[in-house]
């Protein structure tokens, strides 16, 4: 079992940029397919963005594509989000999450078992 703790959430102006990182131990990292979601106050979780097991592969959500990129570090089990022209609509926490193969589509949050806690991400406009 995989376990995730993220961090590199801030306060920050619109226009800026932030890196999150999603630490894992506990398992093969390269084994699972990792994902970011987010959610905001009084909304439901939502994808942002995912990358395959083997770093092959990635998707994002429309909101956020040309702006994030996803990558991931299988040797040192880190996986990132680089965040640009961050906007007050990308005020969320942020998660990493973690799926082994053959659960459903990367895009779908019930498709994930693992959770990390969450960092907090907010823009000021």
């Known amino acids: 079992q995989v376990q995730l703790v993220e961090s590199g959430g801030a306060l920050v102006q619109a226009g800026g940029s932030l890196r999150l990182s999603c630490a894992a131990s506990g398992g093969t990292f390269s084994s699972y397919h990792m994902g970011w979601f987010r959610q905001a106050p009084g909304k439901e979780r939502e994808f942002v963005a995912a990358?395959?097991?083997?770093?092959?592969?990635?998707y994002y959500a429309d909101s956020v594509k040309g702006r994030f990129t996803i990558s991931r570090d299988n040797a040192r089990n880190t996986l990132t989000l680089q965040m640009n022209s961050l906007k007050p609509e990308d005020t969320a926490v942020y998660y990493c999450?973690?799926?082994?193969?053959?659960?459903?589509?990367?895009?779908?949050?019930?498709?994930?078992?693992?959770w990390g806690q969450g960092t907090q991400v907010t823009v000021s406009s």
């Open positions: 990358v395959t097991g083997s770093a092959s592969r990635t």
């Open positions: 999450a973690a799926k082994s193969d053959g659960l459903g589509s990367l895009g779908n949050k019930n498709n994930y078992p693992y």
